[in-house]
């Protein structure tokens, strides 16, 4: 039997911190030496953390990133270290400074992966398949690699390839495999939807049954900016079975022996592949090194951690995505609007689950419209989740507000315009929070809402960060509905969940007044949104026309208040911001 004991360190480094991410990278390198690692991957682009974005652009960045690498193979002996970096050209040969990188001349960069062993650089592979879509702009920074370097380590031949290139039939894993790769190695920094992991093992299972080849996959994780990296890195033998699955939303260091004299056996059952086109071989780069030979007999059992269901991934995520963004970019407390309901009482959960009751500040700021329900449930919701509540009645200042207004709106009937007064002067007092005591504003509204406007721009809008603007209202109800069954006592008090939901500008208001009721707006939304679907294909799934009509028009007349948004976390397949990029100035219906 020929054995080769992989580690998957899944980490979770930040965007731009490259003396961070590099001390990460060698901490978990010794950690992998511990376990008597053959070879340790570590996630596409680690040591820049992804994306990068424009910090491409810049030269010193690049000259940063190349000098982290060299600390980072000064620390790669007695194993294999393939971790990704921003490549400078092909053969991974550094330009001089003269050809320093600039926008005129970003395509002298690639997404890389280096192969580090006995402190130097011993291959290198650029990403060949670069995804232009949805939330990803890799063409516009790198070029696409050409070379297939084949790494041959006590006599396993290993391919190393990254992200997309594993996602397509024709794509390297092919070539690789043919040209005799036992193991693929791949690299990612693939963001979390809701379902995605399924999907990922489905086409890792695939590519590993058609090529007769193990897969590593490992993942990154953690939070940045809107997009959450889930981990759950996943090792998948030659029949396509899934061996080893790391933790999801965590750092991991996932250590499997592969029996890699199996898929010698596999492959020689079966008719021989036809042979590489010469100009396909040409590609093919063989690198053999050696590292020392383990003496123990045992073999490391891999785990095997649990897949999650929708509601307890898309909840982990949440959590997960604040923790980052509140810490990564160094706030130590948020504040939260509370107001009785269900979208708020949610947002205030997931922030006492992602940075603690002590950091989480609520500010309850009732109106002349606020109910005695509203009051007893904010109460109740702060003695649960432990938190402080300041209360600032808005009464006064909304009158101050009508008075000056009085003679410009005289002979006017009240509308939203006062309504939206009382959503914007809570708006200021957060962000007066905000200025005074440097805390993060997070803001409340879900996807429903912010898909039709129903929101008060600069009012209940305002805020650094939208944790629940990719969630769906019915969703909303059934994450709450999971964290009061998950926790030791229900969070979320029960009327909280019954009442129907209402912003309270006005007198007895109810959103079903102005909305379709959210069991038949957000399946209209989905088809609209996240799946493109035209009137008539959503009118086929059994709704009014005249409701899926006025549906489309809310949404695409509210373009302009999503452009002015926060950020907010991305769960699902197609989120507003990245995913969908609308033009505000729109004429087609």
């Known amino acids: ?44 682009l680690a040591i820049t953390g992804y994306p990068p974005e424009d910090l491409l652009f810049k030269p010193r960045f690049i000259e940063d990133t190349q000098r982290a690498l060299k600390a980072v193979a ?57 995804p232009n879509y949805g939330v990803f702009d890799e063409s516009r920074y790198f070029r696409p690699g ?30 690789q495999a043919a040209a005799g790769a036992e193991v693929i190695v791949n690299i990612n920094a693939s963001p979390f939807h809701v379902g995605k992991s399924r999907l990922r093992e489905q086409v890792l299972a695939t590519r590993a049954r058609e090529n007769r080849v193990m897969v590593t996959y490992t993942n990154t994780v953690g939070g940045q900016d809107e997009l959450i990296f889930d981990g759950r890195s ?27 004299a199996a898929v010698g056996r596999a492959r020689q059952g079966e008719r021989r592949a036809r042979p590489l086109p010469p100009r396909v071989a040409a590609l093919v780069d063989r690198v053999a090194v050696r590292v020392p030979a383990r003496k123990s007999s045992s073999i490391a059992v891999p785990a095997m951690e649990s897949p999650l269901d929708r509601l307890e991934e898309a909840y982990r995520a949440l959590v997960l995505g604040v923790r980052d963004y509140v810490q990564k970019n160094g706030f130590k ?32 700021m009732p109106s002349p419209y606020t109910s005695r329900a509203s009051r007893e449930d904010v109460a109740d919701l702060a003695q649960r989740l432990r938190i402080q509540v300041d209360t600032l009645s808005i009464t006064t200042t909304f009158k101050s507000y009508l008075r000056a207004l009085s003679k ?42 912010m898909s039709v406007g129903y929101a008060t721009l600069y009012g209940d809008m305002a805020g650094g960060f939208a944790v629940i603007k990719d969630v769906p209202k019915t969703m909303v109800y059934e994450l709450s ?21 209402t912003a309270e500008l006005r007198p007895d208001q109810k959103d079903e007044d102005s909305l379709p009721p959210y069991s038949v707006l957000d399946p209209i939304l989905k088809a609209y949104v996240e799946e493109d679907r035209a009137l008539e294909d959503i009118v086929a799934m059994g709704f009014e026309r005249e409701t899926v009509a006025r549906v489309m ?36 219906r």
């Open 234 to 260: 996943v090792i998948v033998d030659h029949t396509g079975e899934v061996v080893a699955r790391g933790k999801s939303f965590e750092q991991d260091l996932l250590i499997a022996d592969l029996d890699v």
């Open 333 to 364: 407390r948020v504040v939260i609007g509370l107001s009785g309901g269900i979208d708020s009482a949610l947002t205030a959960v997931i922030a006492v689950d992602a940075v603690g009751a002590d950091n989480v500040l609520g500010v309850f």
């Open 408 to 449: 410009p709106f005289s002979g006017h009937r009240p509308d939203t315009t006062e309504e939206n007064l009382q959503a914007r002067i809570r708006g200021n007092l957060l962000m007066a929070y905000s200025n005074k005591f440097g805390h993060l504003v997070l803001t409340t509204g879900n996807k429903s809402e």
């Open 553 to 588: 028009m809310m949404v695409d007349r509210s373009e302009y208040k999503r452009r002015q948004a926060p950020l907010g976390i991305k769960i699902t397949h197609r989120a507003f911001g990245k995913d969908r990029r609308m033009p505000i100035t729109n004429g087609y």
């Open 1 to 44: 039997m020929r054995f080769l004991r992989v580690a998957m360190a899944q980490i979770n480094p930040t965007v731009g911190d490259i003396v961070g991410n590099t001390a990460l990278i060698k901490a978990w390198i010794n950690d992998a030496r511990r376990a008597k690692a053959d070879i340790v991957a570590f996630p596409e």
């Open 481 to 501: 509905q999971l964290r009061n069954l998950n926790g030791l006592e229900p969070v979320i008090p029960k009327r909280v969940l019954e009442r129907p939901p």
């Open 146 to 175: 050409t070379r297939l370097p084949l790494l041959v380590l006590n006599g396993t031949t290993i391919g190393v390839n990254i992200c997309e290139d594993i996602w397509f039939p024709e794509g390297p894993t092919r070539a």
């Open 74 to 130: 000064a620390e790669a002996h007695g194993l294999v270290v393939v971790v990704g970096y921003v490549g400078r050209e092909a053969t991974g040969v550094t330009p001089s400074e003269a050809d320093a990188v600039s926008p005129a001349g970003r395509h002298d960069l690639y997404n890389a992966a280096a192969v580090l062993c006995e402190r130097r650089l011993v291959a290198n592979y650029c990403k060949r398949l670069l």
